[in-house]
């Protein structure tokens, strides 16, 4: 199984609760078909434990989760919550993907149970998701050459971390796989200064969203940690809009 370069906080086994519904046929969702960008998605599930609701055909739902990916052999192992059978035909599968979006995929596989494995079956990666984005707000990406990071104090360490993208409601850092280590979904990070271009500097409290392992060529391995800022004061919210309405602006 592939090893993944950070290892955040799991959640606990999914509940009914967790239930994500199904993407509908009037939604405006987009297909992500690139092998390595699925793999990628099914990685980020595995790591943060998210629940995966699986859609039987005639028959209720079901909870699992995605226990561990193999990107060699293209498959995964899908960890059932409960003592269930899955029947043939095709079934569908939804999770979501951080707090704003949610992916959604079928399978019309060979559903015997692994051996010695629990309730986990393999399954191969599917050949094209369905990707609903359901963000409020548009995110920008920072204009290359500004001065654009956030900086702040986790358990007595410094962190400086570039920003990928901001909107009015949300900030997108670049983080190492060593800094990823103190971060999980749910982690909330407060006083974090925000250095929003050449004039403009807030604090803020964020709150982990989403994390991400991606690599590129110059860097190699690195952590999207996609955050949510919190308390935002009716100040920052103007603060914000300034800095949002300027990248607008030239783009």
């Given at each position: 199984?592939?090893?993944?370069?950070?290892?955040?906080?799991?959640?606990?086994?999914?509940?009914?609760?967790?239930?994500?519904?199904r993407?509908?046929?009037?939604?405006?969702?987009?297909?992500?078909?690139?092998?390595?960008?699925?793999?990628?998605?099914?990685?980020?599930?595995?790591?943060?434990?998210?629940?995966?609701t699986?859609?039987?055909?005639?028959?209720?739902f079901?909870?699992?989760?995605?226990?561990?990916?193999?990107?060699?052999?293209?498959?995964?192992?899908?960890d059932?919550?409960?003592?269930?059978?899955?029947p043939?035909?095709?079934?569908?599968?939804?999770?979501?993907?951080?707090?704003?979006?949610?992916?959604?995929?079928?399978?019309d596989?060979?559903?015997?149970?692994?051996?010695?494995?629990?309730?986990?079956?393999?399954?191969?990666?599917?050949?094209?998701?369905?990707?609903?984005?359901?963000?409020?707000?548009?995110?920008?990406?920072?204009?290359?050459?500004?001065?654009?990071?956030?900086?702040f104090?986790?358990?007595g360490?410094?962190?400086?971390?570039?920003?990928?993208?901001?909107?009015?409601?949300?900030?997108?850092?670049?983080?190492?796989?060593?800094?990823?280590?103190?971060?999980?979904?749910?982690?909330?990070?407060?006083?974090?200064?925000?250095?929003?271009?050449?004039?403009?500097?807030?604090?803020?409290?964020?709150?982990?969203?989403?994390?991400?392992?991606?690599?590129?060529?110059l860097?190699?391995?690195?952590?999207?940690?996609?955050?949510?800022?919190?308390?935002m004061?009716?100040?920052?919210?103007?603060?914000?809009d300034?800095?949002?309405?300027?990248?607008?602006?030239?783009?």
């Amino acid at each position: 199984m592939t090893d993944l370069a950070f290892a955040p906080m799991r959640k606990g086994p999914p509940s009914l609760a967790d239930a994500v519904e199904r993407i509908t046929l009037n939604s405006i969702a987009h297909e992500m078909r690139d092998p390595f960008d699925i793999g990628d998605a099914l990685a980020t599930l595995s790591a943060t434990g998210e629940a995966v609701t699986v859609y039987p055909p005639g028959r209720d739902f079901t909870m699992a989760r995605i226990d561990a990916i193999d990107t060699d052999a293209s498959t995964f192992l899908l960890d059932l919550a409960e003592d269930v059978t899955l029947p043939e035909g095709r079934i569908a599968f939804v999770a979501a993907l951080g707090s704003n979006a949610k992916m959604q995929f079928e399978l019309d596989a060979d559903w015997a149970m692994v051996r010695g494995a629990g309730r986990r079956v393999q399954m191969p990666f599917p050949e094209v998701c369905l990707v609903l984005n359901r963000r409020a707000e548009q995110r920008l990406d920072t204009p290359v050459g500004g001065n654009y990071g956030a900086r702040f104090t986790l358990l007595g360490k410094v962190f400086d971390m570039p920003l990928y993208d901001f909107s009015r409601n949300g900030v997108g850092l670049r983080a190492t796989p060593e800094q990823a280590l103190e971060l999980y979904v749910g982690k909330k990070i407060e006083n974090v200064e925000l250095e929003m271009g050449p004039s403009l500097v807030v604090q803020a409290d964020l709150e982990v969203r989403l994390l991400r392992p991606f690599r590129t060529f110059l860097l190699g391995a690195q952590v999207q940690v996609g955050c949510r800022i919190s308390n935002m004061s009716m100040q920052m919210r103007q603060s914000l809009d300034r800095a949002v309405t300027k990248v607008e602006q030239r783009r």
